[in-house]
């Protein structure tokens, strides 16, 4: 096919009219402060994934460092104590334990879903060990059944870290409700996007209370809000007032605007349509790649699964093939792409963690050097997904 005169991403901002009304309605109502769409927005995604308390922030790091200061706070962790992650996911899982003050403990993952591998993880567990941060990648769910054997046998704690991954379920539950907190990202080329945005889930409300305090500054929840002292009279009035400069805990400004809420409201209210339409993308890409899979794997789904597919990742099989050929003809194509979420090859994990990191971890090592994705997302046209697979065709056809 000729090539495509505009760059097909491996994600796309769609603005709908309710998108846009909702917009107008904050400029209308002439707030930007937590209010309304904040207020409905965590109430719809908490309802949505059967969970008591959705707390929003402004990024999906700052959900995970949130989450991880919670936890560390409320059971008494102490520093150096250890968190069990996955040896392929994006530098935020491990940074936020290393800020905290905490061990990251790397695991490999498994070979088909790039997920952390269930059966690797009690070989790492130790007197120190905390917590188990899964991490769902690519919009596919970790096997949690045996991972949540292990949180009961050693009584940990589970992370979620669900930044790629929303509304897709294992064994019929929603990924994000596993955890004694979950952590969601709505950043741009998300599944939900809002510019930068995130969200932390928990059933726990001494969770909920002490994540709600570290988003503004570490503030008692008395008064976290301008509509906190609305109706209040005498000593009720009285006593938030004393408390509006009450700070308990060492906290962060992980704030966010109502702009951004009304962009993700607007959203979650099409969720399976949005859903649909990627999961018939990525339908129609592993129909039409499955020819090719003698040199590529595809995304697999695992029994019991179902994918979100944020991205449609990607994993070069055989030594005929170099990946940075294959992806730079895309690239060259108009056909973005991105290597699969490399970690432990980043230039200060091994100053960190030795010089063995990589090696030590097989499997996300090679998908370090074969692992890339490319878009599937929402807005893409049957013309663009029929061209995509015929750069594939081509490259496959002419260069091997
Ligand atoms: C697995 C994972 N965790 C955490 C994050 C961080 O989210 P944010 O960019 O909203 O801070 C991302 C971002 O893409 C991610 O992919």
């Known amino acids: 096919m000729e090539k495509i005169n505009h760059q097909i991403g491996v994600g796309s901002l769609i603005i709908s009219d309710k998108g846009r009304k909702y917009v107008n309605e904050v400029l209308d109502n002439n707030r930007l402060s937590y209010g309304p769409f904040c207020q409905?927005?965590?109430?719809?995604?908490?309802?949505?994934?059967?969970?008591?308390?959705?707390?929003?922030?402004?990024?999906?790091?700052?959900?995970?460092?949130?989450?991880v200061a919670t936890l560390k706070e409320a059971e008494n962790w102490k520093d150096g104590d250890e968190i069990i992650v996955p040896a392929l996911t994006f530098v935020?899982?491990?940074?936020?334990?290393?800020?905290?003050?905490?061990?990251?403990?790397?695991?490999?993952?498994d070979k088909k879903t790039y997920n952390i591998d269930p059966k690797k993880i009690e070989d790492k567990i130790t007197e120190k060990t905390k917590g188990i941060?899964?991490?769902?990648?690519?919009?596919?769910?970790?096997?949690?059944?045996?991972?949540?054997?292990?949180?009961?046998?050693?009584?940990?704690?589970?992370?979620?870290?669900?930044?790629?991954?929303?509304?897709?379920?294992?064994?019929?539950?929603?990924?994000?409700?596993?955890?004694?907190i979950s952590c969601f990202s709505t950043y741009a080329c998300h599944i939900i996007q809002t510019g930068v945005g995130g969200l932390s889930l928990t059933n726990n409300e001494k969770?909920?209370?002490?994540?709600?305090?570290?988003?503004?500054?570490?503030?008692?929840?008395?008064?976290?809000?301008?509509?906190?002292?609305?109706?209040k009279r005498d000593k009720e009035l009285k006593m938030v007032m004393d408390k509006r400069f009450s700070f308990e805990r060492r906290g962060y400004s992980y704030r966010i605007t109502e702009l951004e809420a009304a962009l993700g409201l607007a959203q979650l209210e099409d969720i399976e349509n949005i859903m649909k339409q990627r999961r018939k993308?990525?339908?129609?890409?592993?129909?039409?790649?499955?020819?090719?899979?003698?040199?590529?794997?595809?995304?697999?789904?695992?029994?019991g699964a179902e994918h979100s597919f944020m991205m449609f990742p990607i994993v070069i099989k055989t030594d005929k093939i170099k990946r940075d050929a294959l992806t730079l003809f895309l690239e060259e194509?108009?056909?973005?792409?991105?290597?699969?979420l490399p970690l432990t090859n980043q230039p200060y994990l091994p100053k960190l963690f030795g010089e063995d990191i990589e090696d030590k971890h097989p499997v996300a090592k090679n998908i370090n050097k074969n692992g890339f994705y490319i878009g599937?997302?929402?807005?893409?046209?049957?013309?663009?997904?029929?061209?995509?697979?015929?750069?594939?065709?081509?490259?496959?056809t002419k260069f091997v």
């Open 207 to 231: 969770y909920a209370v002490i994540l709600r305090s570290l988003v503004n500054h570490g503030r008692n929840n008395i008064y976290l809000s301008m509509d906190d002292d609305k109706g």
């Open 133 to 180: 941060m899964v991490v769902h990648l690519f919009g596919h769910p970790c096997d949690m059944d045996p991972i949540m054997e292990l949180v009961k046998k050693y009584n940990l704690k589970m992370i979620e870290d669900s930044c790629e991954t929303i509304f897709a379920k294992y064994k019929g539950k929603s990924v994000g409700s596993f955890g004694d």
């Open 92 to 109: 935020a899982s491990i940074n936020v334990i290393l800020q905290n003050n905490l061990k990251p403990v790397f695991v490999d993952v």
């Open 333 to 340: 194509n108009n056909i973005e792409t991105r290597h699969m």
């Open 40 to 67: 409905k927005f965590e109430n719809l995604f908490a309802k949505l994934h059967q969970c008591k308390y959705s707390i929003l922030s402004n990024s999906g790091t700052s959900a995970l460092e949130i989450a």
């Open 281 to 303: 993308n990525a339908q129609f890409l592993s129909n039409s790649l499955k020819k090719w899979e003698e040199y590529i794997q595809l995304p697999t789904i695992m029994d």
């Open 376 to 396: 599937c997302q929402v807005d893409l046209t049957e013309e663009e997904l029929a061209y995509m697979v015929s750069k594939f065709d081509e490259f496959f």
